[in-house]
């Protein structure tokens, strides 16, 4: 019984630890869970658990590998033909991809199914280590070097799952070396029997102690610089950072690699700029994280706490958010007056108004109305009734910087008679003046004692929308005018519903944004878009007829705010690029974003022909004892002496033991044991010759004197050195 329980454990920690091996797999390729590669290495465990047959496990795996993908893959379904032949398609040709080395061509689906086979060797390789050695080190060392790996070059944190694979590391190898230590004859293993319960207890407690003490004593600093960034150089990794929503702005600037994988969806009537949070201290080479504990919790259904704009119109509407995966923060519109959502509470941060929910949130509704941006009413606004503490607190700039920002926001502004005819003058010349340029590709790093802003407005002239937001921002400041950051996603890509009014809005990596807002009293914190060739989505109410045709006024300009010119796409937005990953509101030609999302780099397929060169090499170097340790495996499942015989004279072979076409079997026997000065093989012969030259058909099977005698020449031999 303690036998069949200690296998259970070990079946049960096995599971756990190659689980870990599937996690950061089905993350980084999106897949939508884990839960059918969990049954697969369960089962795949538990048929070598058992120990089935070959003839039933090749079968058993195979099945499991097509029904798998299939889950994930088969559209039409596992049991379907177009499955059936897709599948067999898609493994020949990713085979031949890989042999040829064309990582580009590769497929998700194939990539799935050799991620399966290789599940597939490593629990036989599990089950062979625990169960028949009584050793684990290895696979735990293998396990813990894939997810090192994978939390140094993606994005995906392993953290806590290295902690969980040490622990369950620890718990098999104490599980293993019991089993070695309480089998028959070894030492100490009486009392281990008597005194179980309490030496397993003991390393339990020891083990919580060990865990407990690491994660709550302090952590000093590393010591020695990040060797990372060299080691992907070294490699040719690109270092580029992915296009994505991050909380960290400290260190804006370079180039982003284009990410075409969906984080969300939308089901509304129009698009909108999604919002996440807004950012307020700008250091000079980006936006400062405040640790703020003014947090305000409120529950679904409840006034939304942050109010943006201080009037909405037009009737209630909704909006329909589903996240891929679970997401730890909630986009919301302009305008929102409620969430309602299976997760109860949420949490706002009141200083850079993001919003969290207790949980992780997968699906939720907003109420909206729509704000109101009246432009005239913002041209007549009078700034003095703003608090000073609000004005200094949004007009703060670094003290080094440089003043020729302030000169050229002066001059860009010079005609301008309203504060909102300034901030759209500030916003036509960084979008359409044409003097800057967008791209994700090309945007420079900011130089050590260089200014962000000030370098991407004098020097390089181009980026993304980080660096036309913040730049508008602090030219803004310059001037006085309250501005602040703020970030979240553009609109995505929509697809009106065949019945209704509503659109479905597919929002990307590519489509994270960042954009400014200025305040204007009695109307709200108001979004603009400095960004070159992007639109505001939001709607702006035309100024009179009076007001509209003031001559030479740059707020002639502000009516195309609510019907914003379309103008050419940079090939950066036709390619589906984005600033921190924005994209226009234009049709575009549908990616297959399972495709695009996980590339595997081309240096990755030298590793297996590496491994497959030096398993050749090893099995020429070692090929004598490789024929010896095969002989002694036949030996074990006692087949028939003519087949052992022959064998045992090919190994002879291999060490230099030819015989020579004039000598007879017994002279052969004769002048091998005399060179290894035994008599045995002698021995062997004559029974051989009697099998060979007997008139009986009878097949002489091996007496366990003959399977001493060749157990002994093969230990002779493999000592011998061959002059």
Same mark, same amino acid.
């Given at each position: 019984?303690?036998?069949?329980?200690?296998?259970?454990?070990?079946?049960? =920690?096995?599971?756990?630890?190659?689980?870990?091996?599937?996690?950061?797999?089905?993350?980084?390729?999106?897949?939508?869970?884990?839960?059918?590669?969990?049954?697969?290495?369960?089962?795949?465990?538990?048929?070598?658990?058992?120990?089935?047959?070959?003839?039933?496990?090749?079968?058993?795996?195979?099945?499991?590998?097509?029904?798998?993908?299939?889950?994930?893959?088969?559209?039409?379904?596992?049991?379907?033909?177009?499955?059936?032949?897709?599948?067999?398609?898609?493994?020949?040709?990713?085979?031949?991809?890989?042999?040829?080395?064309?990582?580009?061509?590769?497929?998700?689906?194939?990539?799935?199914?050799?991620?399966?086979?290789?599940?597939?060797?490593?629990?036989? /390789?599990?089950?062979?280590?625990?169960?028949?050695?009584?050793?684990?080190?290895?696979?735990?060392?293998?396990?813990?070097?894939?997810?090192?790996?994978?939390?140094?070059?993606?994005?995906?944190?392993?953290?806590?799952?290295?902690?969980?694979?040490?622990?369950?590391?620890?718990?098999?190898?104490?599980?293993?070396?019991?089993?070695?230590?309480?089998?028959?004859?070894?030492?100490?293993?009486?009392?281990?029997?008597?005194?179980?319960?309490?030496?397993?207890?003991?390393?339990?407690?020891?083990?919580?102690?060990?865990?407990?003490?690491?994660?709550?004593?302090?952590?000093?600093?590393?010591?020695?610089?990040?060797?990372?960034?060299?080691?992907?150089?070294?490699?040719?990794?690109?270092?580029?950072?992915?296009?994505?929503?991050?909380?960290?702005?400290?260190?804006?600037?370079?180039? =982003?690699?284009?990410?075409?994988?969906?984080?969300?969806?939308?089901?509304?009537?129009?698009?909108?700029?999604?919002?996440?949070?807004?950012?307020?201290?700008?250091?000079?080479?980006?936006?400062?994280?405040?640790?703020?504990?003014?947090?305000?919790?409120?529950?679904?259904?409840?006034?939304?706490?942050?109010? =943006?704009?201080?009037?909405?119109?037009?009737?209630?509407?909704?909006?329909?958010?589903?996240?891929?995966?679970?997401?730890?923060?909630?986009?919301?519109?302009?305008?929102?007056?409620?969430?309602?959502?299976?997760?109860?509470?949420?949490?706002?941060?009141?200083?850079?108004?993001?919003?969290?929910?207790?949980?992780?949130?997968?699906?939720?509704?907003?109420?909206?109305?729509?704000?109101?941006?009246?432009?005239?009413?913002?041209?007549?606004?009078?700034?003095?009734?703003?608090?000073?503490?609000?004005?200094?607190?949004?007009?703060?700039?670094?003290?080094?910087?440089?003043?020729?920002?302030?000169?050229?926001?002066?001059?860009?502004?010079?005609?301008?008679?309203?504060?909102?005819?300034?901030?759209?003058? /500030?916003?036509?010349?960084?979008?359409?003046?044409?003097?800057?340029?967008?791209?994700?590709?090309?945007?420079?790093?900011?130089?050590?004692?260089?200014?962000?802003?000030?370098?991407?407005?004098?020097?390089?002239?181009?980026?993304?929308?980080?660096?036309?937001?913040?730049?508008?921002?602090?030219?803004?400041?310059?001037?006085?005018?309250?501005?602040?950051?703020?970030?979240?996603?553009?609109?995505?890509?929509?697809?009106?519903?065949?019945?209704?009014?509503?659109?479905?809005?597919?929002?990307?990596?590519?489509?994270?944004?960042?954009?400014?807002?200025?305040?204007?009293?009695?109307?709200?914190?108001?979004?603009?878009?400095?960004?070159?060739?992007?639109?505001?989505?939001?709607?702006?109410?035309?100024?009179?007829?009076?007001?509209?045709?003031?001559?030479?006024?740059?707020?002639?300009?502000?009516?195309?705010?609510?019907?914003?010119?379309?103008?050419?796409?940079?090939?950066?937005?036709?390619?589906?690029?984005?600033?921190?990953?924005?994209?226009?509101?234009?049709?575009?030609?549908?990616?297959?974003?399972?495709?695009?999302?996980?590339?595997?780099?081309?240096?990755?397929?030298?590793?297996?022909?590496?491994?497959?060169?030096?398993?050749?090499?090893?099995?020429?170097?070692?090929?004598?004892?490789?024929?010896?340790?095969?002989?002694?495996?036949?030996?074990?499942?006692?087949?028939?002496?003519?087949?052992?015989?022959?064998?045992?004279?090919?190994?002879?072979?291999?060490?230099?033991?030819?015989?020579?076409?004039?000598?007879?079997?017994?002279?052969?026997?004769?002048?091998?044991?005399?060179?290894?000065?035994?008599?045995?093989?002698?021995?062997?012969?004559?029974?051989?010759?009697?099998?060979?030259?007997?008139?009986?058909?009878?097949?002489?099977?091996?007496?366990?004197?003959?399977?001493?005698?060749?157990?002994?020449? /093969?230990?002779?031999?493999?000592?011998?050195?061959?002059?």
């Amino acid at each position: 019984m303690k036998k069949k329980l200690s296998i259970f454990l070990l079946f049960i =920690l096995s599971v756990l630890l190659i689980s870990e091996w599937i996690y950061p797999f089905a993350n980084l390729t999106e897949l939508n869970t884990a839960t059918w590669i969990i049954l697969f290495i369960t089962i795949s465990l538990a048929s070598f658990f058992i120990r089935l047959k070959y003839y039933w496990t090749i079968p058993l795996h195979i099945g499991m590998i097509y029904i798998v993908s299939g889950i994930y893959y088969a559209k039409a379904g596992i049991f379907s033909a177009e499955w059936f032949s897709s599948f067999f398609q898609t493994t020949f040709g990713g085979f031949t991809n890989m042999v040829q080395f064309r990582s580009s061509d590769i497929s998700m689906d194939f990539i799935l199914i050799v991620f399966l086979i290789a599940l597939w060797l490593l629990s036989y /390789i599990t089950t062979y280590s625990i169960l028949r050695k009584q050793r684990i080190m290895s696979v735990l060392i293998l396990t813990v070097s894939y997810l090192a790996v994978i939390n140094t070059f993606t994005n995906y944190n392993s953290s806590w799952a290295i902690v969980r694979t040490v622990l369950e590391g620890f718990l098999l190898l104490h599980l293993a070396l019991t089993s070695r230590i309480t089998a028959i004859n070894r030492v100490n293993s009486d009392s281990i029997k008597r005194n179980g319960f309490i030496y397993h207890a003991f390393v339990l407690f020891l083990l919580a102690v060990f865990v407990f003490s690491s994660l709550m004593l302090p952590k000093k600093a590393p010591i020695w610089p990040d060797p990372v960034p060299v080691i992907r150089n070294a490699l040719g990794i690109n270092t580029t950072r992915t296009v994505g929503y991050s909380e960290d702005d400290t260190e804006l600037g370079g180039a =982003l690699k284009k990410d075409n994988a969906t984080v969300f969806k939308a089901r509304t009537e129009n698009g909108h700029y999604w919002r996440i949070e807004s950012k307020r201290i700008y250091t000079g080479t980006g936006w400062a994280n405040e640790k703020s504990t003014e947090l305000q919790t409120f529950s679904s259904g409840d006034d939304f706490p942050i109010q =943006l704009s201080e009037e909405t119109t037009g009737d209630t509407k909704t909006a329909e958010i589903s996240f891929e995966a679970s997401s730890e923060y909630v986009p919301y519109p302009y305008g929102v007056q409620t969430i309602n959502s299976a997760i109860d509470t949420f949490n706002a941060n009141l200083t850079t108004e993001k919003i969290t929910p207790a949980n992780t949130i997968k699906n939720y509704t907003i109420q909206l109305q729509t704000p109101v941006y009246d432009i005239e009413k913002m041209q007549n606004t009078d700034f003095s009734t703003l608090p000073d503490a609000f004005i200094s607190k949004y007009t703060q700039t670094p003290s080094d910087l440089p003043k020729r920002i302030t000169t050229l926001a002066n001059k860009v502004t010079k005609d301008a008679n309203s504060i909102y005819d300034q901030t759209k003058a /500030i916003e036509n010349y960084l979008s359409k003046s044409g003097d800057f340029t967008y791209s994700t590709d090309d945007a420079q790093e900011t130089p050590n004692g260089a200014d962000y802003v000030d370098q991407f407005l004098f020097e390089t002239k181009i980026g993304y929308c980080d660096n036309f937001s913040t730049s508008m921002v602090m030219m803004l400041r310059t001037l006085g005018i309250p501005a602040r950051w703020a970030k979240g996603y553009t609109p995505g890509e929509g697809e009106k519903e065949t019945n209704g009014d509503k659109s479905i809005y597919t929002i990307t990596n590519n489509n994270a944004h960042s954009w400014p807002e200025v305040f204007f009293p009695g109307t709200g914190w108001v979004p603009f878009e400095p960004t070159a060739t992007f639109s505001n989505p939001e709607n702006f109410q035309e100024p009179t007829t009076e007001t509209a045709n003031k001559p030479d006024n740059p707020s002639e300009s502000a009516s195309e705010a609510a019907k914003p010119e379309q103008p050419e796409q940079t090939p950066e937005q036709e390619a589906g690029s984005s600033s921190t990953g924005e994209i226009e509101q234009k049709e575009q030609t549908k990616k297959d974003n399972t495709n695009s999302t996980f590339e595997i780099p081309s240096w990755i397929w030298w590793i297996p022909a590496g491994l497959v060169l030096a398993i050749i090499t090893a099995a020429i170097i070692f090929r004598r004892r490789i024929r010896g340790y095969l002989l002694l495996r036949s030996l074990k499942k006692n087949p028939n002496f003519y087949t052992i015989y022959n064998k045992l004279l090919k190994l002879l072979t291999s060490y230099g033991f030819s015989r020579q076409t004039s000598e007879t079997l017994r002279e052969f026997a004769n002048r091998v044991d005399n060179r290894l000065e035994i008599n045995d093989f002698s021995k062997i012969t004559k029974i051989y010759e009697h099998q060979i030259y007997s008139q009986t058909s009878e097949t002489i099977s091996l007496t366990s004197v003959d399977i001493h005698a060749i157990n002994h020449i /093969i230990t002779i031999i493999t000592k011998y050195k061959n002059s």
